[in-house]
């Protein structure tokens, strides 16, 4: 099997659980790191799919990557290739297929709840809701065609399918480490929004830390599981 090409865009916002899930079903993978100034592939030939990681920037940033990965993105969407982007992901999914990605209502930080849309949803999450962790200040509209997957009680759009595309805005490829980098290195965009309801503070974020790590990761394996198995009929 051709490699699946995962498109990193800063250090501490890597592969993750789904890292570790390729592995462990020996899918061959490698990374582009957007933020050690590797360049974006222009051929998805090579690749039997393609995901995106998240990142602080906004899809709306004037930076040179930007109009490169969609134009991947739409490279392998047009192939039928199955696609995968989380936060920032889903967002440059979103822009690659003519979208608007703009502020969310309010900043999103810590854990909550996620609802799924309809009965499609539901069997690919294996749940009716679940606890996934956020963090993010924008969001993505839907594109045309797309089905909507996820709501929370502060962002609407929390995930939709099109094609073998599945664009998410929650982060569901957490793990422990991960969290507790990101509170770490984002300690003062907690405390400055610490009269937000819609963030949480590391105590809060880091509290019973490693039983909700393995529940979004059982999640997380049934989204990964559909997705990997679309690399064998693409």
Known sequence: MKPVLVIRHAETEGAGFFGAFLDERHIP???VCIDKGDTIPRDIAAYSG????????????????IADEVALIQQAMGKSLPV???CLGGQLISKALG??????PVKEIGWGDVRVSDEQALNLFGTASFESFHWHGETFDLPKGAQHLLSSEYCQNQAYVIGN???????????EEMVKTWCENGCDELIASCANPSVQQVEVIEKNLKERVANLNS?????YTYWTDLLHSS
């Not at 979208?99 to 969310?104: F, G, L, Q």
């Not at 595309?165 to 793990?175: D, G, K, N, P």
């Open 165 to 175: 595309a599945l664009a998410f805005q929650c982060h569901i490829e957490m793990t």
């Open 29 to 31: 993978w490698s990374m």
């Open 50 to 65: 393609l995901v995106m990681m998240g990142g602080p920037m906004s899809v709306n940033d004037d930076l040179p990557w």
């Open 219 to 223: 999640v997380a394996r049934n989204v």
């Open 99 to 104: 979208a608007t990605v703009k502020a969310n």
């Open 84 to 86: 995968l982007g989380h």
